[in-house]
């Protein structure tokens, strides 16, 4: 795999219900574009670009839409459609409420899933609680099959998508980005802390 050069593929997951949200999360304004429009923006360079949502709910230029195939279980069930959807290969795997990504924070986590041993299957980004994000992450097409059998047994954390061993993390303090831009939108008082803070 790590001799290979790197296929990719932009996966967003937007089929969820925003129940904390209470409206369309997707379509949320943040200084007057949709999230789902400022979480593409950064995912532009890839190749390949999958829209997990419903048919016809989004228009995404340049995005194939691929629908959920087990709707309302959450960001792993969304993780194994986009798996399922993407040429063999890293996909960057994001949901519609991290619009602070950027073009740089995915070059950086693409520069890291170079050269990794076989084993390593997800890249991820540490955030500012030295946490690995599920989240805003690379995972490859080989984990296709344990997040299958992880949803078949009930499994629904996105967390458990890889091992921890088969995981490699980036700080990335000492490359010039801030943890910030893991900042959630998960309801409405999140994106006014956005707006308050001109992100």
């Given at each position: 795999?790590?001799?290979a050069?790197?296929v990719?593929?932009?996966?967003?997951?937007?089929g969820?219900?925003?129940r904390?949200?209470?409206?369309?999360?997707?379509?949320?304004?943040?200084?007057g574009?949709?999230l789902?429009?400022?979480?593409?923006?950064?995912?532009?360079?890839?190749?390949?670009r999958?829209?997990?949502?419903?048919?016809?709910?989004?228009?995404?230029?340049?995005?194939?839409?691929?629908?959920?195939?087990?709707?309302g279980?959450?960001?792993?069930?969304?993780?194994?459609?986009?798996?399922?959807?993407?040429?063999?290969?890293?996909?960057?795997?994001?949901?519609?409420?991290?619009?602070?990504?950027?073009?740089?924070?995915?070059?950086t986590?693409?520069a890291a899933?170079?050269?990794?041993?076989?084993?390593v299957l997800?890249?991820?980004?540490?955030?500012?609680?030295?946490?690995?994000q599920?989240l805003g992450?690379?995972?490859?097409?080989?984990?296709?099959?344990?997040?299958?059998?992880?949803l078949?047994?009930?499994e629904?954390?996105?967390?458990?998508?890889?091992?921890?061993?088969?995981?490699?993390?980036?700080?990335?303090?000492p490359?010039?980005?801030?943890?910030?831009?893991?900042?959630?939108?998960?309801?409405?008082?999140d994106?006014?802390?956005?707006?308050e803070?001109?992100?």
């Amino acid at each position: 795999m790590s001799d290979a050069p790197p296929v990719l593929t932009a996966a967003i997951t937007a089929g969820g219900q925003s129940r904390r949200f209470g409206t369309d999360k997707a379509a949320a304004l943040l200084h007057g574009r949709p999230l789902l429009a400022h979480v593409a923006a950064a995912l532009a360079a890839f190749p390949d670009r999958v829209l997990i949502a419903p048919p016809g709910r989004y228009a995404l230029p340049g995005w194939r839409t691929v629908p959920d195939t087990r709707p309302g279980e959450g960001p792993l069930a969304g993780l194994e459609a986009a798996l399922a959807a993407a040429p063999p290969g890293w996909v960057a795997f994001v949901g519609v409420d991290l619009p602070g990504l950027t073009p740089a924070y995915w070059a950086t986590l693409v520069a890291a899933s170079a050269g990794v041993p076989p084993g390593v299957l997800s890249v991820q980004a540490l955030d500012d609680t030295g946490r690995a994000q599920p989240l805003g992450a690379l995972y490859h097409t080989a984990l296709r099959p344990r997040v299958t059998a992880l949803l078949d047994a009930g499994e629904r954390r996105l967390r458990q998508a890889a091992p921890p061993e088969a995981v490699r993390t980036v700080n990335l303090v000492p490359l010039g980005l801030s943890p910030d831009l893991l900042r959630n939108v998960n309801t409405p008082a999140d994106l006014a802390v956005l707006l308050e803070s001109g992100q």
